[in-house]
């Protein structure tokens, strides 16, 4: 069936770029007209932009519900067991359905967590389930560590000034047998089989270069070459794993990736807080996607990150929530708002201008999670677009304002009326569509509080480990 879809200003980016009074005609999810200069029905003023990307999240709650605030992430990581998944479906349901409702079409969603309780594949098949159920386009890659599991080096010293008691506990939940580069392969492999389709990608997922040993990124840049199969990672979030990079690849861990074939443009990589510019220039001539999420690093005082740099010397910019927005709401407007005036020059000087940062943003967001189409709203291209209310941002109406302007000065989820995806509304003033998120929300809630009692050891062990922690890392200085 034909569909069709008026706004008083429609931003297709590309060529055509803004346009007034037009109408995009979509049929079996595929734009087929886009038409401007179309007679204005009644109903306020409204902007149609390309659907968002969240090019960096892990589908998971509100991290300050389980006391993870103002930790940095070499401590907030451990914090994070107690957010164990309850139950995989309702958790990625509530995370993808906020993230569609702030006015994405795609998410990253690198998991880092399983919930212990089922299989993994069938895990990857709740968060399937839950992709469909919302209606959002997803690539998932499974995060997967090998080395390292609570400092960057020696643990011993760690484990050693702990109580018995307490020592034991961090023992069984974090010293476990890692899996083989062969086997975690073989098991992307058979999630690939199980969920992989048009609104699926299948990722590879190292959790990071200081999580990984050499055999492990070696065989994924290996398989990832041979399949052609994406690569979604963390790199240099934090000051100690700059420190770590310096130690353990004395002739530069980046060099260390492009030498050994990971570092090209299949490849994803969040945060780059602490990248210098020779590695922001070897990352730009491979093609591979820079990934920023600005709140998250605020958050966990992980540093600002060279963005305007990194975008002036040719890397791929996308923008991402990582589940820690600035008001933990998974709002990815607000968060698009201030990667943009974050990085956005000084004075007279512009690194960007908003359309084409928003343009960047979502087109390098889709690559990173694997999404069909270039970005631009376009015939031939995914009927994926959000509907803004342009009355609801430009609340004083006194004089015409450039909608672009208004929705980087003001813009939240709250201004976002309708979210297409492949054709199908997603998203209605301010609710998914495909499930009932507040009852779903307060249902996950009971069940994280029924959760709790299962921690109760880590509860007890938590100030002895994290004073260990504390005291391992000040012990190594920083950069």
Sequence with gaps: MTESVHATSVFCGGERGLLTNATIRHHDGIITAITDGTPAPSGGGTLIVPALANAHDHARPSATSFGASNMPLEIWIARSVFGTPADPYMQAAAALARCARSGCGAMMVHYTRLSGTMPVIDEARAVARAAGDVGIRIAFALAVRDQNPLVYGDSRPVLDALPPEARRTIEDIFLRPPMTPAAYLDLVDGIHAAIAGPMIDVQYGPAGVQWCSPALLEAIAERSAATGRRIHMHLLETIYQRQWA??????????????????????????????????????????????????????????????????????????????????????????????????????????????????????????????????????????????????????????????????????????????????????????????????????????????????????????????????????????
């Design 246 to 479: 310096d130690r353990a690849f004395p002739g530069g861990m980046v060099r260390y990736l492009r030498d050994i074939g990971l570092l090209s443009e299949r490849l994803t990589l969040a945060h780059c807080v602490h990248a210098r510019q020779e590695e922001l220039d070897m990352i730009a001539e491979s093609g591979a996607t820079i990934v920023t999420n600005f709140s998250s690093n605020l958050h966990l005082h992980s540093g600002l990150g060279p963005i305007a740099d990194a975008h002036r010397r040719g890397c791929g910019i996308a923008v991402g929530v990582d589940g820690i927005a600035l008001d933990e709401d998974d709002d990815a407007i607000r968060e698009l708002r201030l990667v943009q005036m974050m990085h956005n020059g000084l004075g007279f000087e512009r690194t960007w201008s908003r359309a084409d940062f928003l343009s960047l943003a979502v087109r390098n967001g889709r690559k990173a999670t694997g999404a069909p189409g270039t970005g631009v709203l376009a015939i031939g291209e995914p009927a994926d677009f959000t509907i803004i209310d342009l009355d609801r941002l430009d609340r004083d109406a006194i004089m015409p304002i450039d909608p672009i302007d208004l929705l980087f000065a003001r813009g939240n989820s709250g201004c976002v009326r309708e979210v297409v995806i492949a054709g199908r509304t997603v998203a209605r003033d301010g609710q998914p569509t495909g499930i009932d998120l507040p009852a779903l929300e307060t249902e996950l809630r009971e069940l994280y509080r029924r959760n709790v009692p299962r921690y109760a050891a880590l509860q007890e062990a938590w100030s002895p480990f994290e004073a260990a922690v504390t005291h391992w890392f000040r012990a190594q200085g920083c950069c």
